[in-house]
């Protein structure tokens, strides 16, 4: 061990030695030069007569060693200041401020119009404008020269964000990153997630449209991706492919819910052309109903929803036993109910020559 730290330390070059200039000789004593003999004739003189520098060169491999070491720590300690500096800066991303209409949505841009004119919306775009920006950027990534004549670029994430700016006409802070669809699309769902959640019909389509792309090869490869369960993948996947008809019946697309997802895909498979009828039967209309209403009608239980949950959707008329029940279902079909024995042929015979009358029937 000792040799192989000898031939290291043999390597390291030092800097030259500074020996302080030799004192002038005491009165009385003459130097060797000035008696015309060589000055190495002068080594044969005691030392003390004439001092002698001393050799600073260690004579050892571990204290070579130990001079190298002390003559880096000076750089050694300079690069741990420069990385100390730098660490503050760990992270630190670059905003510019950009044009709102020269930034585009994202093809997997998920939010429905309705989440970009509710009440939220409205309370973020007057932070927004009392700010004079926004104070969290958006992302985004640059289009290809060419591709897109229309804008620059392709939002990341921060839909709410680059709205609220673009409606208020002020420029939009944004961080601008490199990025393929595979990073863009996670990028936004986690964004998506970390701040106000999508709804549930929103989440599928977004994976809707991430599968149908090709972006990811199974529901399992997606799910891995994004790190969600697989499950829910299932279920935000089967309410973003109900037939719009089904989704259009509904309030609002953002009111469907994930546990809704199991029945509705039943009576999908087993009931097609029924749902689909009821749906459109429900949006054509005229009678409110909230989301549950609306998934019972949808389900077959348009009469049940109506009774628990609007009073007054049935009215009497005449006593009970003797006269009738004027009802209307989730689907705005009346019905007219008679009490035994009340509809007589006479009677009937009047009730439908009125009808006609009213309904321009012959």
């Known amino acids: ?18 020996t302080p200039p030799p004192s002038p000789a005491p009165e009385g004593v003459v130097e060797p030069q000035q008696l ?29 060693m130990a001079v190298f070491m002390a003559s880096q720590s000076a750089a050694v300690k300079e690069a741990e200041e420069l990385k100390l500096k730098l660490r503050a800066f760990d992270g630190a991303v670059p ?6 209409k020269r930034i585009r949505a994202s093809r997997w841009a998920n939010r429905h119009a309705n989440g970009l004119s509710d009440k939220a ?4 775009k007057a932070d927004i404008a009392s700010s004079g920006t926004n104070v969290q950027p958006v992302c985004v990534r640059a289009l290809a020269l060419g591709s897109d004549t229309s804008a620059d670029y392709e939002l990341v994430f921060g839909h709410r964000r680059h709205r609220a700016c673009l409606e208020l006409g002020i420029p939009v ?24 959640n999508l709804s549930a019909w929103e989440q599928g389509m977004m994976y809707r449209r991430a599968l149908d792309n090709g972006l990811y090869a199974s529901q399992r490869k997606l799910a891995e991706a994004v ?15 109900l037939p719009d008809a089904v989704v259009e019946a509904f309030p609002s697309p953002l009111d469907v819910q994930f546990r809704w997802a199991q029945p509705l895909s039943e009576v999908l498979q087993r009931d097609p052309e029924g749902l689909v009828a009821r749906a459109k039967a429900l949006k054509a ?27 007054g959707s049935e009215r009497r008329l005449g006593k009970a036993g003797q006269g009738a029940v004027l009802a209307a279902d989730a689907t705005g079909r009346i019905t007219l109910r008679f009490d035994p024995g009340v509809l007589t042929p006479e009677r009937e015979a009047a009730l439908i020559e009125w009808l006609n009358g009213q309904l321009g029937g012959s």
């Open 121 to 124: 919306f409205e309370e973020l």
């Open 36 to 64: 015309g003999q060589p000055a190495s004739v002068s080594a044969a003189a005691p030392t003390s007569s004439v001092p002698q520098a001393p050799d600073a060169r260690p004579k050892t491999a571990p204290g070579s």
């Open 227 to 241: 790190g969600v369960d697989l499950s829910l993948i299932s279920k935000s996947l089967a309410l973003a492919r």
């Open 1 to 18: 061990m000792s040799k192989k730290l000898a031939a290291k330390a043999s390597l390291i070059q030092l800097p030259p030695l500074r």
């Open 95 to 100: 905003m510019k401020a950009l044009d709102p």
């Open 285 to 311: 209309s005229k009678v409110a109903l909230n989301a549950k209403q609306v998934l019972d009608a949808l389900l077959g239980q348009g009469d049940k929803a109506l009774n628990r949950s609007t009073p």
């Open 173 to 196: 802070q944004a961080i601008i990153a490199e990025i393929d669809d595979k990073g863009l699309f996670e990028a936004m769902e986690r964004e998506n997630r970390a701040r106000k």
